[in-house]
């Protein structure tokens, strides 16, 4: 094992809203076919017979699991590309709804749709933007509404369900970024969501695999193309063992709030002036953030790493900047509150000693701060 790994494996991580470590369940699936012998689910010989039947498998699973048709499920390399191929496949010149507090990934796809965008804010004190909101900003020409259904940064998550009324009622696209809210809780595709995006690696599945789950109705255009896997709408070869880890993958669901409150509880009984972001909001429950008044989160994020626990100042692609989160200036929170605050996101494998190891050190490191 090398130093680096071992260094890795000793570390407490609270940071599973980046990516997640793959559970021995999906990697059981997973090894035989990176293990095994080669094999393209296109391929007419048995080896590519035998793939496309694992593909076959994993899809109809994952179909079940969200009750939906199988070719309603369209495998991606991760939330990013499926959440690029459902937007982007918007008609220019028409007009989308989003928030200020989605992940980058739609901010950046949103922009080369040529449409024009309304972005919504939460309003103050919530960590979410409401069915009113949407229904107040719709135009004639609102073609798609593209929300979160739980926020990354602070677990809020958002009430879809007037939302996804709403959109069926007005017959417009509702894309639903489930990122951070699937495999932490049971997730109901509502009628009127046309697509949900996920990925894998954040459900304890491998990196480099994704799903869109595209309703009929949504007229999907491709944005890779290439060979006639997946019907057209993404061409190249499936990343068959992806596939199956996802599928695997999709079967837990771990709610994990009992840990978020002993983390929270623990650091209020000692630290009175701690601040976590969208408390009193519905939450998902395995994400906390917090702000602790007086201590630069950057500092104290490279401290704890030091320390052996992995946290995050804010989202993972934009850690190592100094500017405060977006997520939190756009909830209304003050930039010097933002700038002080750090995310712990736990997972199933999260252990109770390990709370209470992150309680006692967060508590010595902000005295020596203060
Ligand atoms: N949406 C949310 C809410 C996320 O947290 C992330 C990743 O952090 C993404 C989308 C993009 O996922 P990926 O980087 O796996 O493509």
């Known amino acids: 094992m090398s130093p680096s790994c071992s260094l890795r494996y000793r570390m407490i991580y609270l940071d599973n809203n980046s990516t997640t470590k793959i559970d021995p369940a999906v990697l059981a699936e997973v090894m035989p076919i990176l293990n095994g012998p080669p094999s393209n689910p296109s391929s007419v010989h048995r080896l590519g017979q035998e793939a496309r039947a694992r593909v076959a498998g994993a899809t109809k699973q994952i179909a079940a699991h969200f009750g939906v048709k199988t070719k309603e499920v ?136 994704g799903v869109a789950i595209i309703r009929s109705r949504f007229p999907a255009r491709p944005l890779i193309v290439g060979g006639p896997q997946q019907r057209g709408v993404r061409g190249g070869t499936e990343n068959v063992a992806g596939i199956v880890g996802l599928a695997k993958a999709l079967e837990f669901t771990t709610d994990v709030a009992h840990l978020r409150d002993r ?26 953030n917090m702000a602790f008044p007086g201590v630069e989160g950057e500092w104290l994020l490279m401290q ?39 995310r712990f996101s736990l997972s199933r494998f999260t252990t109770e000693a390990e709370i209470d190891r992150t309680i006692e050190t967060v508590v010595k490191l902000t005295s020596q701060a203060s």
């Not at 009984?269 to 395995?286: C, F, I, M, T, Y």
């Not at 500017?323 to 605050?341: C, F, Q, T």
């Open 74 to 209: 369209v495998f991606t390399s991760g939330a990013t590309e499926a959440l690029n191929v459902v937007i982007r496949s918007v008609p220019s010149g028409l007009h989308i709804i989003t928030s200020s507090l989605e992940h980058i990934a739609v901010l950046e796809a949103v922009k080369l749709t040529g449409c024009t965008v309304t972005y919504l804010d939460p309003e103050p004190g919530k960590g979410a933007i409401t069915a009113a909101q949407i229904a107040a900003a719709l135009q004639p020409n609102t073609a798609m509404i593209v929300v979160m259904a739980a926020n990354n940064e602070t677990g809020v998550k958002t009430d879809l369900e007037p939302i996804a009324a709403l959109a069926e009622e007005k017959r417009i696209a509702l894309v639903v970024d489930g990122v951070a809210q699937v495999g932490k809780e049971p997730f109901t595709l509502y009628p009127g969501i046309s697509a949900l995006c996920l990925s894998g690696h954040k459900i304890h599945a491998p990196q480099g695999i």
């Open 263 to 288: 983390l929270e509880a623990g650091l209020r009984s000692k630290l009175s002036d701690v601040v976590v972001h969208g408390e009193n909001a519905p939450r998902v429950g395995n994400v906390s």
């Open 304 to 342: 704890l790493d030091l320390a052996g626990i992995a946290v995050s100042h804010g989202a993972a692609c934009s850690s190592g900047a100094l500017e405060p989160s977006r997520v939190l200036l756009n909830m209304g929170i003050a930039p010097k509150l933002a700038r002080s605050s750090i």
